[in-house]
C-alpha cells in the first residue's frame, strides 16, 4: 500500500499519509491545505511528486542511517574489545557479521522514492525507471533554488525568468 511523507509548505511539520490520491491533505498541525497536483493519477503509480508535482525524484533504500551506522559502531567496538582480549576469530566474527547483516538488510529493505525538491518520501509506489539513483547535481540546483527562495522571499522559478530575459 502506497505512503507518502512529506513536510508541511506552512509550519514545515512531519505529515504522513495512506491516502494518496486524495485531491488535497490537511496539515493536523497548523490546518492548512496542502493540495495534490498529480490526484488524477494511479494510485500506485509515480511519475512525478505527489506533493509539490516535480518530476525530478531519486530511489533509494528505505533503511535508517542511525541504524546503519549503529551496527557498523557496534561492530568496530566488538572487533577492538575482542582483538584486545587476544580473541581473534571472535574480533573477526564481528566484522563478518555485520557485513552478513548488513547485505542481508539491504536486500530485505525496500525503496523509496525522494522528491529533490521538497523532500517528500513515496513509499510502496511502482518503480519508475525514469527514477534513477541520487544525483548531487540535480540536489544542487533545488538546493539553490530554495536559498534563492529563502532570500527572495517568493517564487524562484519567477525571479529566474526575470534575470534571464535580461
Not at 518530476?55 to 542511525?66: D, G, L, R, T
Not at 544542487?140 to 535580461?166: I, M, N, T
Request: charge should be positive; glycine fraction near 8%; include cysteine.
Amino acid at each position: 500500500m502506497p505512503k507518502l511523507r512529506f513536510s508541511c509548505p506552512e509550519c514545515e511539520s512531519r505529515i504522513a499519509t495512506e491516502v494518496v490520491s486524495a485531491p488535497l491533505w490537511k496539515c493536523p498541525y497548523c490546518a492548512a491545505d496542502v493540495p495534490n497536483p498529480t490526484a488524477s493519477e494511479d494510485a500506485n503509480s509515480l511519475s512525478r511528486c505527489r506533493v509539490c508535482g516535480n518530476a525530478e525524484m531519486y530511489v533509494q533504500k528505505a533503511f535508517p542511517n542511525w541504524l546503519g551506522m549503529g551496527v557498523v559502531i557496534l561492530a568496530g567496538i566488538g572487533f577492538l574489545v575482542f582483538h584486545w582480549m587476544y580473541w581473534f576469530y571472535a574480533a573477526w566474527a564481528c566484522l563478518f557479521g555485520a557485513a552478513i547483516l548488513d547485505t542481508l538488510l539491504y536486500f530485505l529493505m525496500g525503496n523509496v522514492t525522494l522528491c529533490y525538491r521538497c523532500g517528500a518520501e513515496h513509499y510502496g509506489f511502482a518503480v519508475n525507471p525514469g527514477h534513477g539513483n541520487f544525483d548531487l547535481g540535480v540536489a544542487e540546483k533545488y538546493r539553490q533554488e530554495r536559498l534563492r527562495k529563502r532570500l527572495l522571499g517568493g517564487d524562484s522559478a519567477s525571479s529566474v525568468r526575470s534575470s534571464q530575459s535580461r
